[in-house]
């Protein structure tokens, strides 16, 4: 080797030295007997061993608790490898102490690159390790981990509270619909006319709870991700008129015109029917709930390439300001405080109506002018149907009309 | 590209056995058994790669990279679909690593190293064959779409002409994890391999 590129060599060491002692990582080299040729003052500072103290030292030497998979990387990248380490799988290089006091880590965190160190001839003459400190990001990953359990933990009791009220509170509202039944038929002795009166409105009353529970339970199902689809083959114009069948007491008492329009043809869809047909109810009973004169309308179309169902229910009811629209979306919501007031009900109607139909691949959506009336869209997705040519076409038909 | 049945049954065999070393290294660092399918392989021209490995899989894909030098130069690329990554870096830290099923900042860092032993392992197998060192760059770990991944590849040394390319299934106790694997390499390095194998070198 001549004297200049001795110089130079010199000169290359010094600079990679201090390049070594500006990092904010550990960077050790050995040679191919182990012994310690480089410890920046990163380690320094981490280990409390002076570089002084261990050049010329091995590694095990100096960490007698050092693992045998760390000296066996470091074997490995002697021998010209070039060896990861990372701190969740083959564990810490260096056993350092832990740069924290809370947490479980008795040694520091690392992810270690071990490089062999390679000479003009391409043969390995010891290796370097490159230790990088990541305890505190452990540390937070172990307690974002732990928050995750916690919070999958509390999921699945709530889930399990779901289940359990769903029983717990159907069978005693059951009971009482049931026995309030057999009271009023005399099956327990003669009723008189007026006990007759209570007995209906226990009877209505235990309705009316039952119909909450049901909203309340359906809400958590489908915001604890519980609520299933159930596809059968239904055909959206029976939906709506079975819809239409349940509330027909409600349009008869309130004085109420009912028009429905279905397509002349079955539209076969492939769907929930059972949550098609609790979405139209809602909606339905709301219209009845907030009208007090005029129509209410059920329209069901087939959009024009064929591929969803519309199901439109609309009302001439007081109308809802344009500002309020999305409101009425959101859970225990009632826009107008005099309406809440004078319409009971959970505010949930419509935003089960909306999950149910968004987990079915669909929408609702609402369009109002205050004073006017509402109409609340319902689109559902529709698989097979006889109208993929496209051609919308109805019926209709005088379900139900009573005079006002 | 063609290439006679015979030396591709002898890559087959050498990648085969590179794949066993790492899954037999992965299977003693985790304690846990690993299997691996005997790969299926392809020789293409640079240009083809993307056209091939797109019959293969598709999307975002998480990437290990490493160059390699020596007598055999070239990139090196596992690649695995990011849940799956995700599902293996969970594997091999015992729940530990890809919280929530995410490729998190430890769960690439294991990756990075899972990818290290699995690509160390078949590149060494050429080094062995050929009796000549074959020193590797150190690992970097991305997550991008195939054309990102092809875009980095490029040797230090000659423009990638030709890839290697091997599919496997690692068979884990819980679950099977499909991997590719991409060798890119010069016209030079295709030769002297492909030289080695018939037994010229």
Request: aromatic fraction near 4%.
């Amino acid at each position: 080797m001549s004297e200049v590129s001795a110089l130079s060599n010199m000169a290359l060491n010094a600079l990679l030295r201090d390049v070594g002692d500006m990092l904010e990582v550990g960077v050790v080299s050995v040679d191919t007997h182990g012994t310690i040729i480089g410890w920046n003052r990163w380690l320094e500072s981490v280990s409390g061993h002076r570089a002084a103290d261990v050049l010329g030292r091995s590694l095990p030497d100096l960490f007698p608790s050092m693992g045998p998979a760390a000296i066996a990387a470091l074997d490995r990248a002697v021998a010209g490898a070039t060896v990861v380490l990372s701190h969740g799988f083959h564990r810490f290089f260096l056993p350092l102490q832990s740069p924290i006091d809370h947490g479980p880590y008795e040694f520091m965190q690392q992810n270690t690159r071990l490089l062999p160190i390679v000479d003009a001839n391409g043969n390995s003459v010891g290796a370097t390790a490159i230790i990088q400190d990541v305890t505190e990001r452990v540390h937070r990953e172990a307690e974002l981990r732990l928050a995750i359990e916690r919070a999958e933990a509390a999921n699945r009791a709530k889930s399990a509270f779901l289940a359990s009220m769903s029983h717990e509170l159907r069978t005693p509202i059951g009971a009482v619909a049931g026995y309030t039944d057999l009271l009023r038929d005399g099956i327990f002795g003669e009723v008189t006319p007026a006990q007759v009166v209570h007995l209906e409105r226990i009877k209505r009353v235990s309705a009316h709870l039952l119909h909450i529970v049901e909203e309340i339970l359906t809400f958590a199902r489908v915001e604890a991700g519980r609520e299933e689809v159930r596809i059968t083959e239904t055909d959206a114009g029976t939906v709506a008129i079975e819809a239409s069948a349940v509330i027909q007491p409600m349009l008869e008492k309130k004085g109420l015109h009912f028009d429905i329009c279905v397509p002349e043809t079955a539209v076969i869809m492939h769907t929930d029917a059972v949550k098609v047909r609790q979405i139209m109810i809602n909606l339905l009973g709301n219209a009845v709930k907030f009208s007090s004169k005029g129509t209410i309308r059920l329209d069901v179309r087939v959009d024009e390439p064929g591929t969803q169902v519309a199901f439109i229910v609309s009302d001439e009811g007081p109308g809802i300001d344009e500002e309020n629209l999305e409101r009425i979306f959101e859970p225990f919501t009632q826009v107008e405080s005099t309406l809440s007031r004078t319409h009971e009900g959970t505010g949930l109607g419509l935003p089960v109506s909306r999950q149910l139909a968004r987990l079915m691949g669909g929408d609702l959506v609402a369009e109002s002018v205050k004073g006017k009336g509402s109409t609340f869209t319902v689109l559902l997705p529709i698989v097979s149907s006889p109208y993929a040519g496209g051609t919308i076409s109805g019926e209709h038909l005088l379900v139900g009309e009573s005079s006002s | 590209m063609n290439v006679d049945p015979v030396d591709m049954d002898a890559l087959s065999e050498l990648f085969n056995v590179g794949l066993h070393r790492a899954a037999a290294s992965l299977s003693e660092l985790t304690g846990q058994r690993i299997g691996v399918d005997m790969p299926r392989l392809w020789v293409c021209k640079a240009s083809e790669i993307e056209e091939r490995m797109l019959s293969l899989l598709r999307g975002e894909l998480a990437t290990v990279h490493q160059i390699f030098s020596g007598a055999v130069a070239g990139d090196a690329v596992l690649l695995i679909e990011p849940d799956k990554a995700a599902a293996l870096a969970r594997f091999m830290t015992s729940g530990e690593a890809a919280i929530g099923g995410r490729l998190d900042q430890s769960a690439r860092e294991v990756l990075v190293e899972i990818g290290n032993v699995v690509l160390g392992a078949c590149l060494s197998s050429f080094g062995d064959m050929l009796h000549v060192p074959v020193t590797f760059s150190v690992p970097r770990i991305h997550v991008d779409s195939l054309a990102g991944v092809l875009a980095a590849l490029r040797t230090e040394t000659e423009e990638v002409q030709y890839a290697v390319i091997a599919a496997t299934r690692f068979g884990l106790s819980t679950m099977e994890v499909d991997g590719y694997l991409i060798v890119a390499v010069g016209a030079k390095s295709l030769a002297r391999i492909f030289s080695a194998m018939s037994g010229k070198a």
